[in-house]
């Protein structure tokens, strides 16, 4: 079965200090994978989606940037960190070619002071 | 950008209560997902419904895609404090209609 992780789970940074968020699948092969930011109580904002190694799509214009170094991996990083950063990241994947069904891991809470 | 709303955004309700949840768009949905998310929990897929006027039942919940594939409904009959949670439907757009959209959110919380 496919399983999918993420860390830290939670993380207090100050304000204009590097950030690297990881996401890893297991158990499938060339996923979609996503990262999500999330408001407290609302909806999810797509960040970034990637459909294979090296390839990052990118939605909103912002501090942050994604990478994916191997198939199953995506990280989601800044240089400085702003305020309006905080908040619930999600990462999930999705089964390329499949049903269009998404599969979220259990987030990282960002607090940036 | 597809927008997804939902209403009502927060919901409270005694146990045992029926409801309902809408998620409605200006836009047609090529297939549309609901999720429930648990604070501090990432969230967890419920059903996808692809097909226009389809209805699907899950124990208590009852979703309905609309004729025109522009509105869903989330029913809860009898609702427990289990179904506390953020309700979301999401759907499919973007420039390569690739990417997830997710709506506004509904809180429920269910009284005991």
């Known amino acids: 079965s496919q399983t999918i992780h993420q860390w830290p789970a939670t993380l207090v940074q100050p304000v204009g200090s590097p950030l690297s968020l990881e996401c890893t699948v297991e158990?499938?092969?060339?996923?979609?994978l996503y990262w999500y930011r999330q408001a407290a109580g609302r909806g999810l904002q797509l960040l970034f989606y990637s459909v294979g190694i090296g390839q990052i799509s990118s939605e909103v214009p912002q501090n942050l940037s994604a990478s994916r170094p191997q198939d199953r991996q995506f990280i989601l990083s800044s240089k400085k960190l702003l305020l309006s950063d905080s908040g619930f990241y999600l990462c999930a994947w999705e089964l390329a070619g499949g049903p269009n069904e998404q599969f979220f891991g259990p987030g990282t809470r960002l607090t940036v002071l | 950008t597809q927008l997804l709303e939902q209403s009502p955004q927060f919901l409270s309700i005694q146990e045992g209560e029926n409801l309902t949840v809408y998620c409605n768009s200006s836009s047609v949905f090529s297939s549309l997902q609901w999720y429930r998310q648990e604070p501090g929990e990432g969230p967890v897929l419920l059903v996808t419904?692809?097909?226009?006027?389809e209805v699907k039942k899950l124990k208590r919940l009852t979703f309905q895609f609309g004729d025109a594939r522009k509105d869903s409904s989330l029913h809860i009959t009898a609702a427990q404090p289990g179904d506390t949670g953020l309700y979301l439907c999401?759907?499919?757009?973007?420039?390569?209609?690739?990417?997830?959209?997710f709506g506004t959110g509904t809180s429920l919380t269910v009284i005991p």
């Open positions: 999401a759907s499919l757009g973007g420039y390569t209609g690739n990417q997830f959209y």
């Open positions: 419904v692809v097909t226009g006027g």
């Open positions: 158990g499938t092969s060339n996923p979609n």
